[in-house]
């Protein structure tokens, strides 16, 4: 990924030195309970509503098989839509070797703290317990700057190496 060049100037007048990659909050698979539910639902709207504009005899059945399949299209579009303006929104981490940069500010490992906790969350239609650990980091006031989900090990390890505080709940 490219970094922008405000981030790269921050980095250079901070001696971050060299950069290592970026994250964006939240990037990691989703998913929640009816996730698998709503496509399989607009599937059977769409595919009612083509049903209806190919076996339909009067002109009703066919402008209400039209408006079903315009309403799926439309469905579609804004929820790709959604998406992309919320990843687009979404605070990045920018790490380099010596500190971070995140919502334009450049913070040194040394004043950073990493907070971990483990959880447990059901994987798959069996619903199998899986080990997981969330990350967080803060500034060393305290101040909340961004949560890692499940991911984040390369920048705990990164983390760990420059010097930040670890901190296991």
Request: aromatic share 6%.
């Amino acid at each position: 990924m490219r970094i922008p060049g405000e981030v790269a100037e921050l980095a250079a007048e901070n001696g971050f030195g060299a950069y290592v990659l970026t994250t964006v909050e939240g990037s990691e698979p989703r998913g929640s309970r009816g996730s698998a539910l709503r496509p399989m639902m607009w599937t059977i709207v769409l595919v009612a509503g083509v049903w209806m504009i190919i076996a339909a005899e009067t002109t009703s059945v066919t402008v209400l098989g039209s408006a079903l399949v315009a309403l799926v299209a439309a469905v579609a579009v804004r929820a790709v839509l959604r998406e992309r303006r919320s990843y687009a929104a979404r605070p990045r981490l920018h790490c380099f070797e010596g500190g971070v940069v995140v919502r334009r500010r450049a913070y040194p490992w040394p004043e950073l703290e990493i907070t971990e906790w483990p959880d447990t969350v059901l994987v798959g239609q069996g619903a199998i317990p899986r080990r997981v650990v969330y990350r967080s980091i803060s500034a060393g006031d305290g101040s909340f700057l961004i949560g890692l989900g499940t991911g984040g090990q390369q920048i705990r390890d990164l983390a760990e190496r420059g010097g930040a505080t670890i901190e296991a709940l």
